[in-house]
């Protein structure tokens, strides 16, 4: 009787053990992601600045790129060109932006950089070889000439863009 | 044995400092390619979304053609919720006869009002209906 008992529960035991096994499948394929590694800050150097440039107390937005696939990628990074939010300002802002290569994981990415294509507040990268490349957005914004920026929140957006070629 | 604990807690926070630093936006195929649907002159795509960006929830899916203009297309929600670390798959159909124009699926992240100050970072990614598009 208990060799039966026995048998059963080694049977019920091992398909139980049996239907555990997990597979796990996964694929690679050409992608593009986009990584926001850091949301930048505003720092306040003068009343009427605002800059993300760390020597004016800010902190530069960094955005990590992964590519698995070379030559199929346009990495696109917009500066921002105005507030998403601000208190009510009565004067124009003078924006001022720079988007540029900060580190990269591959030597072939060396010219990134220096073939990069800038038009208004937009900066174009082509991203020709596999790897991770990180860019740092320097944003400016002067209010009026010599204006002091009225207390309160301000937020701007930087647009990053991955567009398959 | 204290090397070994200390190696072991460096891996530890190095992991964990990674994983929570981690926001990214991926959308799959980057090819993709249209195909009938189940009505009559409508084609119709699958893609894919993953969400790594705890501050992000949802994405505004569009379709353009080579110049950026936008194309009509359908979809279950032209806004979609994609909670954080987690895969949501969607169909997109446009019109047999968009589907010669229709060049980029893209999609581009929906930012809350919030309380942060300084930038904020947008993500936008384009797949790209290659030839043959059909």
Same mark, same amino acid.
């Given at each position: ?28 394929? $050409? ?40 030559? $199929? ?93 | ?38 009505? %009559? ?13 705890? %501050?992000?929830e949802w994405y505004e899916i569009g379709?353009? %053609? ?9 979809t279950g929600y032209r806004i979609l919720k994609v ?7 969607? %169909? ?15 999609s581009q992240s929906k ?24």
């Amino acid at each position: 009787m208990h060799k039966l008992a026995i048998t059963a529960l080694a049977v019920f035991t091992t398909s139980a053990m049996a239907a555990e096994e997990a597979v796990i499948t996964g694929n690679v394929e $050409s992608k593009c992601v986009i990584n926001t590694d850091v949301n930048g800050v505003y720092g306040n150097p003068t009343a009427g600045t605002l800059s993300t440039l760390p020597a004016d107390g800010g902190v530069m937005p960094i955005i990590r790129y992964d590519v698995a696939l070379g030559d $199929s990628y346009t990495a696109r990074l917009t500066a921002p060109n105005s507030f998403s939010t601000s208190p009510t300002l009565t004067d124009v802002v003078n924006w001022t932006a720079e988007v540029e290569v900060s580190e990269v994981s591959d030597t072939a990415m060396a010219d990134y950089e220096t073939d990069k294509v800038e038009y208004e507040y937009t900066t174009e990268f082509d991203m020709h070889t596999a790897g991770t490349t990180w860019f740092k957005v320097t944003s400016k914004a002067e209010y009026g000439y010599g204006k002091t920026y009225p207390a309160g929140q301000y937020r701007a957006i930087v647009l990053a863009e991955c567009i398959a070629n | 044995m204290k090397k070994m604990f200390y190696q072991t807690l460096a891996a530890v926070l190095a992991t964990t400092t990674f994983a929570s630093a981690v926001k990214a936006h991926e959308m799959l195929p980057t090819y993709p390619r249209l195909k009938p649907a189940y009505v %009559d002159d409508v084609m119709q795509v699958q893609m894919r979304m993953f969400n790594k960006r705890q %501050d992000v929830e949802w994405y505004e899916i569009g379709v353009f %053609d080579e110049d950026m203009n936008p194309v009509p297309f359908v979809t279950g929600y032209r806004i979609l919720k994609v909670k954080y670390l987690s895969h949501v798959t969607f %169909d997109v159909y446009v019109r047999k006869s968009d589907a010669k124009r229709t060049a980029y699926i893209c999609s581009q992240s929906k930012l809350r009002r919030d309380k942060r100050e300084g930038t904020v970072i947008a993500s936008r990614i384009c797949s790209k209906f290659r030839e043959p598009r059909l």
